[in-house]
């Protein structure tokens, strides 16, 4: 079975997450996509971010009508820094042998792979699906070849969608009081509402 893994703080889960799911679900044949929300992202440890508890339930909201959508608590459980290479060692430990992992991130954080913790070891145990974000240019896969030999050919280079959503953007606009219902599914706004998430900027 191939399996999609979303990786992020999803604070909050918007419209672009669920597009870029349901495109490389669709574009890749994979059986399910599974959402994971960080515990204490690595490269956030100095930015505040919303308690795990709510980014959970918001996920849990945002893809509860899509039975192929699955959410996995597994590095909001795990104690410390949330690295991207343990979570995946501990996917795969929890599958079959001839189950693949196929990692969803976008261009710029593949272009920051070297930086990652054991990258080498990463690309060992899954496919990376990079995905454009808007104002970054494709990365070089030469230079990432050259700095993590073998990677060049466990990548899969998406050109679209190019979604222009942020979640920093859909705080700023709750904490002014404006709209986001076309930037959220409806249970995450309402739920985003009743909580009094981003009132403050």
């Known amino acids: 079975m191939n399996i999609g893994v979303l990786g992020g703080t999803f604070d909050p889960i918007h419209m672009g997450h669920l597009i870029v799911a349901e495109e490389t679900k669709l574009r890749l044949n994979l059986a399910e996509i599974l959402f994971v929300p960080a515990g204490l992202?690595?490269?956030?440890?100095?930015?505040?971010?919303?308690?795990?508890?709510?980014?959970?339930?918001?996920v849990r909201l945002a893809i509860g009508d899509k039975p192929y959508f699955k959410l996995s608590t597994i590095e909001v459980k795990r104690a410390g820094p949330s690295y991207t290479v343990?979570?995946?060692?501990?996917?795969?430990g929890r599958l079959g042998v001839r189950d693949e992992l196929f990692f969803i991130l976008g261009w710029d954080s593949l272009a920051e792979l070297p930086e990652w913790r054991e990258p080498s070891r990463l690309i060992k145990m899954c496919h990376l699906v990079a995905v454009p974000r808007v104002g970054y240019s494709l990365p070089d896969l030469n230079g990432l070849e050259a700095a993590i030999p073998g990677l060049a050919q466990r990548v899969i280079l998406f050109d679209t969608p190019e979604i222009d959503i942020s979640a920093s953007v859909i705080r700023q606009r709750v904490a002014q009081g404006l709209p986001i219902d076309h930037l959220v599914p409806e249970p995450v706004d309402r739920y985003i509402r009743e909580q009094g998430l981003y009132t403050t900027a």
């Open 41 to 58: 992202p690595w490269l956030r440890v100095n930015s505040p971010i919303s308690a795990a508890e709510h980014r959970v339930q918001m």
């Open 86 to 92: 343990d979570t995946i060692a501990e996917l795969k």
